[in-house]
């Protein structure tokens, strides 16, 4: 049952927050279509938790416009504002029952007895949390504290619901159970989701639209499919995908490329990098760009093969288990229109990127 009819469109425009001589973001353009998706995505220290805070308004931008919904929210208060959040500690108070942490906003808002008992109930049900109602958050796992949270979220019927690393306190398994949960639920909803994770699996794997930010500023805005596919740097290309992108010389490379396998290679100018995905190489026996095995790592479904060539290292992911051993000379081979290339100044792609013209319809 969706209870938004107008999910909330966001925009961002030249946002800019600085202290001091530090900016922690930089002149931030980007667009999030109502009732989709989108994760901010990033090292520590990169501006997409203080870009969230900016959105929700705990930070005073110093420069740009924050649209929501159609309305310029730029310098009014998080009430003011539409929106809803969820924070990595949960921030639940820990003297009273699930059911009144979960209405607690609502009550401060005056919600009369009845909508707030529907609203609880709605919401309970969908997060399967309706036995715990009474209990205290102590008496709670970290799952069933994160799912009071989203309780919270969902009771205030908020268009856009913000959400800072909620998932970071829980277990791998448990991790993995509520991005499902979460995205299943955002979809339901048709809420206007904006999500920060520095793990590239939650981005990848529950996004509409990834956005990767560097140094306050967004590197690349895309679907999880074209920024995997698509990097338009290396920085991109480093950050997205377990293990990462190779990025090597595409000089050295050449330098042993036999003339019967040039092919394989790109023809760009002197001082490229090439860019190649490891399960994208393949090894054959003699027909190939010479290599040498430096190590072998068993991973169980796949083993990465850490390779030599032409000085340059290279990862190659092998299914399953291999008879290849350290020290054997191995060819490396791979469909001739997959790799990227990219300037070796700027680290930008070689092949010019159009700005994104698709917009993010949820899924």
């Given at each position: 049952m969706n209870h938004l009819k107008h999910p909330a469109h966001l925009e961002l425009s030249n946002l800019t927050k600085s202290w001091g001589d530090t900016t922690a973001v930089n002149q931030?353009?980007?667009?999030?279509?109502?009732?989709?998706?989108?994760?901010?995505?990033?090292?520590?220290?990169?501006?997409k938790s203080t870009t969230l805070r900016l959105i929700a308004g705990l930070e005073e931008a110093t420069s740009g416009q924050i649209s929501i919904g159609g309305r310029d929210v730029t310098h009014r208060s998080p009430a003011q504002r539409d929106i809803?959040?969820?924070?990595?500690?949960?921030?639940?108070?820990?003297?009273?029952?699930?059911?009144?942490?979960?209405?607690?906003?609502l009550k401060v808002r005056k919600v009369g007895r009845a909508e707030r008992d529907g609203r609880l109930k709605h919401a309970a049900d969908l997060l399967g949390i309706s036995h715990l109602l009474e209990r205290k958050p102590s008496q709670l796992s970290g799952g069933q504290q994160q799912r009071v949270a989203l309780g919270r979220a969902i009771v205030s019927q908020k268009p856009v619901c913000l959400m800072d690393e909620p998932?970071?306190?829980?277990?791998?398994?448990?991790?993995?159970?509520?991005?499902?949960?979460?995205r299943a639920?955002?979809?339901?909803?048709?809420?206007?989701?904006?999500?920060?994770?520095?793990?590239?699996t939650e981005a990848i794997t529950?996004?509409?639209?990834?956005?990767?930010?560097?140094?306050?500023?967004?590197?690349?805005?895309?679907?999880?499919?074209?920024?995997?596919?698509?990097?338009?740097?290396v920085f991109t290309a480093r950050f997205?995908?377990?293990?990462?992108?190779?990025?090597?010389?595409?000089?050295a490379i050449r330098s042993v490329t036999p003339?019967?396998?040039?092919?394989?290679?790109?023809?760009?100018?002197?001082?490229?990098?090439?860019?190649?995905?490891?399960?994208?190489?393949?090894?054959?026996?003699?027909?190939?760009?010479?290599g040498q095995v430096l190590s072998l790592e068993y991973m169980g479904a796949d083993t990465l093969a850490n390779c030599s060539v032409g000085g340059e290292k290279m990862l190659v992911r092998v299914k399953g288990t291999t008879e290849l051993k350290p020290g054997q000379t191995v060819g490396l081979t791979w469909d001739a229109e997959i790799p990227a290339t990219f300037h070796g100044d700027t680290g930008k792609r070689r092949e010019e990127i159009k700005p994104a013209e698709v917009q993010f319809e949820p899924a």
């Open positions: 931030v353009n980007l667009s999030v279509t109502g009732g989709s998706f989108t994760v901010l995505l990033g090292p520590s220290g990169c501006g809803s959040m969820v924070f990595q500690n949960y921030a639940l108070f820990p003297h009273i029952s699930v059911a009144e942490n979960i209405l607690f906003g998932l970071s306190n829980l277990d791998a398994k448990l991790r993995q159970e509520m991005r499902v949960e979460l639920l955002q979809q339901q909803l048709g809420l206007t989701m904006v999500y920060v994770t520095h793990d590239q529950m996004a509409d639209q990834v956005v990767l930010m560097n140094n306050g500023q967004v590197e690349q805005a895309a679907s999880p499919k074209e920024i995997y596919e698509r990097p338009a740097s997205i995908g377990t293990p990462p992108m190779n990025i090597v010389s595409l000089d003339l019967t396998v040039q092919h394989l290679l790109p023809k760009t100018s002197v001082g490229s990098r090439l860019g190649l995905r490891p399960e994208d190489i393949r090894l054959t026996g003699e027909n190939g760009i010479p």
